[in-house]
């Protein structure tokens, strides 16, 4: 299989076509250029070919939008052509507690109402086709959020009532995810259980223990979780985590949870601390920075660097690593194996590794 590289690909093509149309008419073909020119360049591919070891770590996870749009016909039949051709395992979705697919919702007395059936469709679906749920929890029920979407402005920022004087960002995305963290923590802690415990009833232990499950998105970034200060934003995504990790391993220890997913590998070393300081299950760590524009592979050599060697810069004590669920379709550091319970011994950050064959897809 031949490809044409760049511009020089369009020019190289015309000519190919030109003097094809002029032999077929008996004509004389159009000027060969200079010899003195720079010729095209021409890359060739055997893609069935392979000189040597090859990550697989696109195999592992890629993203997909909102898990709304997993509703749509041509959504489902376009994941279906990508996992028959690709071959990934999981997929990470933003918006699973987005009102869109009414997973909760409160009466006029403030009891909560599950609605577990839009999730269903899309879970389904995608299970059916071999494709298992990189399961993003967030963002907030509109309903359970401290400031509720109606509130903020054209910005998506609203007054923040926990800090009189400055304001917080309410929503992100023209399809306005509520990103404040829940009013009522007993009532988010009883969702998320509620939740993962229906999972557990429909697909049964043994499928959910293959999902990884993540709290929120890039809490670091103030699109996702904005109060005063960075401090303060830390803190409380590590009560966000704590809550959430503890619902989920209410239902079955076994299930695997971890966290930050942010922007550039911040919090890691924190929250491993944070964790192992307060018993809080940790079961994999994983950070996004992104290094898809020219000129950022030595930021994202660096910033991979400083990713896996965390624990040993934090003087814990490690075991040997295994590897993990990654990824993002585009560049992203692997996840991290922690031990279950959340205390030491933290395995050792050493890159992830897959292996350079699979067997055929099923």
Known sequence: MTYLHGAIATATAAVFFSAGAALAQGTPPAAVPDPGQTPPRVISVDYRAM???RSQTFRECVGAGRVGEGLRADWQAQLKLCRDELGF????????????LGI????????PLYNFQYIDMVYDYMVSIG????VEIGFTPNDLATIPTSSAGPDGMADDPAHPGHKRRVSVFWWKSNVTPPKDWPKWDALIAALVQHWTARYGADEVKQWPFEVWNEPNHVAFWSPNDNAQRMQEYFNLYAHTAQAIKSVNPAYRVGGPATAGPAYIGELIAYCTQNNVPLDLSRSMPMAWRAGRAALMSSAASRFMSTPARMGLPASPAAATTPLRSRPSLACRS?????????RT???CTMPTSRPPIS
């Open 51 to 53: 000189k040597g070891p």
């Open 89 to 100: 395992e999981h997929l990470r979705c933003h918006g699973l507690l987005h009102d869109e």
């Open 104 to 111: 909760y919702h409160e009466d006029t007395h403030g009891n």
């Open 131 to 134: 494709v298992r749920p990189f």
């Open 338 to 346: 922690i031990s279950p319970s959340g205390a030491l011994p933290i």
């Open 349 to 351: 950050a050493t890159p």
